[in-house]
């Protein structure tokens, strides 16, 4: 019987052939490299979609910070000197808020003390940059009329990046005034 086995397995031609290997293996190879090819532009999709995320994330984080900020803050005529805010808190502290060129992120600085304070935390800005668009000539300005400071064309960037991945065109604040 053990014969007889043998024999049968001796016979036997129902395995692969080389050429048939070959040809299963360069199937492989043209698919990895495809996918392989593909893994560069999908990393790259990513990272973007991932930077404009973080982007509206910051920008919202910013739009909010400056609200609880000014919103309870008491402005007079003149408050708004080029991209500085100068305004009484309602902790009741002389501040100011000054926007950079292109700044990591936005302090608010009591005037008597010095003592300043960041709105948005250097953890969610990420490497960011909250700025506004150059060509804007008054990006910050205060009607004492209706209470409302005004912010323009906002733009959040990478640093050492001009693309913009974020953008707001305005932002209305409304104050408590004098």
Do not use: C, H, W
Not at 67 to 83: F, I, N, Q, Y
Not at 96 to 113: C, K, M, Y
């Amino acid at each position: 019987m053990k014969k007889n086995f043998l024999g049968k397995l001796k016979n036997n031609k129902s395995g692969f052939s080389i050429a048939e290997a070959l040809i299963a293996v360069l199937i492989l190879l043209m698919v990895s490299s495809v996918v392989a090819a593909g893994m560069p532009v999908a990393a790259k999709a990513y990272t973007q979609v991932v930077d404009s995320a973080n982007a509206q994330l910051l920008l919202s984080t910013t739009v909010t910070a400056l609200r609880d900020e000014l919103g309870e803050g008491v402005l007079e005529d003149g408050a708004v000197s080029g991209k500085t805010i100068t305004y009484t808190s309602s902790t009741g502290g002389a501040s100011s808020i000054e926007f950079g060129d292109a700044s990591v992120n936005i302090t608010a600085a009591n005037v008597n003390s010095g003592e300043a304070r960041k709105l948005v935390s250097d953890k969610a800005a990420a490497g960011m940059v909250f700025s506004f668009d150059p060509a804007e000539t008054t990006p910050v300005a205060y009607n004492s009329t209706t209470g409302v400071v005004t912010l323009k064309n906002i733009i959040i960037t990478r640093i050492g990046k001009t693309e913009p991945l974020a953008t707001l065109s305005q932002l209305d604040i409304k104050v408590i005034g004098k």
